[in-house]
């Protein structure tokens, strides 16, 4: 069997590790999550970084620091994770769901300006698949109204938007904060783990606070103060020195991944162009205002008993593909209190939406016959 | 210099994490996850466990599963760390801080009873350096009360109160929930890590989901339901198995582990007795209703300018010591919401307590200098 994701381990993972344990500082904040801050903030241009447990975390960090409030609005696309409205409710928000774009699962920027009300008090965009929302027009909009802008770049790990005169913008640096998944099924992991990035200056001194379970400890650690106590809300988001360890291996070898993982994007992109052509089954598309990291390659089925069938007969065939999302504004916990638009196009990604094994250990023998088997699906399916 | 802490590894850590990566599994709730759970549920008899990326979260988990709400009460030691506070404040409870134990930085069973009001949801005790609150008074005044019980149970690992009949009852087996600590600074660590206990049936279910951020995965994985989604607010708690398969090494070890502890506490309780009899120097206690699972060694100085001085002079003769916790109820966060009680005890513990260094890997001839060099500064500073 083909398994949809298989956690990459790229080289010096274990040897990292064995040098945090012998360093005897196991706890957060130590040599390897500097380095992998470092890394971020110099490569990207990232204001300031913080490793944290999760990406879900970080995105905690992000409405603490926004100082949500019971009754705030925040607006987002419903074809996402949980933990980008789970975040958002835990501060007694009220999450205001904005439909995805008609040829990608982004959120349409379109959409948003008419869902702005006075107790707005934030955009979240998620760049689904790694592929960039549209920055320009979404940051226009948020200035506008005087509301924040937070990336949700769970997926989107070294990747750009292209701007209108054509400047590749890295995604995490747009927002005033950002929050990155490194868990095992991302472009580059650390089995479970995250990243805030904080670019507007007014939050990074909080930032640090809230990171440190609500202390100025980080402060102490400087010599900018004398002891160290609680001033603020927080929680324990540091992330292990044994984790960290793992990410600074793969950062090393960021280049490697990315390059590997989009020549399999590529490949499984022409061996499925009759898929497309014959079949009206539509392939993933990156908008043109976005570079591609290779994070998902995904096809969008034309019904939901078609991808059932096709996920059914590649499993007969060893391979693993799986769907995604179930739209947030149709879910058990929320339906009752979404205002009740319809959301199409979620509900379209939500119901035929399938995405194939991608990762950096799959060979170009495995890629060719589970492009084959999708091929012969179709060709026997439309007969 | 003899450092205060330094971070146990015990034998088979790096065996474990090389098989969890061999295994193709890095995220949580594997392998590792399964095996530590499993431990903690047999040994001690607790009904079901967890693991999180720490004790904050799985004390996060607590506040959210007993449902606290703005205005909510919740009853906890001043004398604690800040987590046991922020996860409860975080869900917008008001904290009413009680004062310590005259003889032990416990909180005082005695004055609880006074403090609970028709907001009072929860009791939260705090097992301070693994030392057994008085149990069968506090689970007591919940049942009268009809209020919550949850076990800080951070330092607490593998230790028992003692109950009336003589019976041996394993901390955080007790309270309706707990939460222990895997922190670097712990007996049994990972890094950075911790353990929900969820002793009360009502809680179970919830609180797989609540892990599972706010999914039903775990449900769907075990074949009760056809596909999860949002079902419930949530995080994600999971801890990774990279860190768990460290953990795992460390349980397989906790015999070996707790007795040299235990050895190193008794060699510092013996050399440190004139300490306490010619100077007033105040030798932790062990109250009799508990056992020691020797997580710290203190000492209770006769002032703060005394404690600096012996600090400072270990310090000169390369041995660190460290006090512990600020009052919580006058730190800069909580003093304007703190009512205005005074907590003596807590407060003294604050300004006199200091910590001596403990842990696996010290050497008695260390233990024997560090005790040598504490007796020669009384013998001085008392002339």
Same mark, same amino acid.
């Given at each position: ?96 769901f ?66 209108? #005169?054509?400047?590749? !913008? +890295?995604?995490? =640096?747009?927002? @005033?904060?950002? %929050? *990155? ?100 089954? #539509?392939?993933?598309? !990156? +908008?043109?205002? =976005?570079?591609? @990291?290779?994070? %998902? *390659? ?31 504004h149709?879910?058990?916990?929320y339906s009752d209190k979404h205002d009740g ?43």
């Amino acid at each position: 069997m083909i398994p949809f994701n298989k956690p990459c381990t790229i080289g010096n993972e274990l040897d990292y590790i064995k040098d945090a344990i012998s360093l005897g500082k196991l706890c957060g904040n130590g040599k390897y999550t500097n380095k992998c801050q470092s890394f971020f903030e110099e490569k990207y241009g990232f204001k300031k970084c913080l490793l944290t447990t999760s990406c879900t975390d970080a995105l905690e960090m992000c409405a603490i620091l926004l100082d949500i409030q019971a009754g705030d609005e925040v607006i987002m696309p419903s074809y996402t994770f949980v933990s980008t409205s789970n975040a958002f409710v835990l501060r007694g928000a009220k999450i205001v769901f904005a439909d995805s774009e008609s040829n990608n699962p982004n959120m349409d920027c379109n959409e948003i300006e008419k869902l702005i009300t006075p107790r707005t008090k934030c955009i979240v965009v998620v760049h689904y698949a790694g592929a960039s929302c549209d920055m320009e027009k979404v940051a226009e909009i948020a200035k506008k109204h005087n509301i924040f802008l937070v990336e949700d770049a769970a997926q989107a790990v070294d990747n750009y938007y292209i701007s209108k #005169t054509g400047n590749k !913008i +890295p995604l995490g =640096s747009i927002g @005033n904060l950002a %929050a *990155f998944s490194f868990h095992e099924t991302k472009n580059i992991i650390c089995g479970e783990g995250g990243m805030l990035v904080v670019n507007d200056e007014n939050f990074v001194k909080r930032s640090e606070i809230i990171w440190e379970k609500g202390t100025n400890r980080s402060a102490y650690f400087r010599g900018e103060i004398d002891k160290y106590g609680w001033v603020d809300v927080g929680s324990s988001f540091l992330m292990s020195e044994l984790t960290a360890a793992y990410l600074w291996a793969q950062l090393e070898s960021i280049a490697k991944i990315q390059t590997r993982r989009l020549e399999v994007w590529n490949l499984y992109n022409s061996l499925l162009k009759d898929v497309q052509s014959k079949y009206g089954c #539509t392939l993933q598309t !990156i +908008p043109s205002h =976005s570079t591609n @990291n290779a994070h %998902a *390659f995904y096809m969008i089925c034309n019904s939901t008993e078609e991808r059932g069938g096709l996920i059914k007969y590649l499993k007969e065939n060893d391979a693993q593909l799986v769907f995604h999302y179930l739209s947030l504004h149709k879910s058990a916990f929320y339906s009752d209190k979404h205002d009740g638009r319809e959301l199409p196009n979620a509900d379209r990604y939500s119901d035929c939406l399938v995405r194939l094994p991608i990762y950096y250990d799959i060979t170009n023998e495995q890629v060719q016959k589970i492009a084959e088997k999708i091929n012969s699906f179709y060709a026997d399916y439309t007969k």
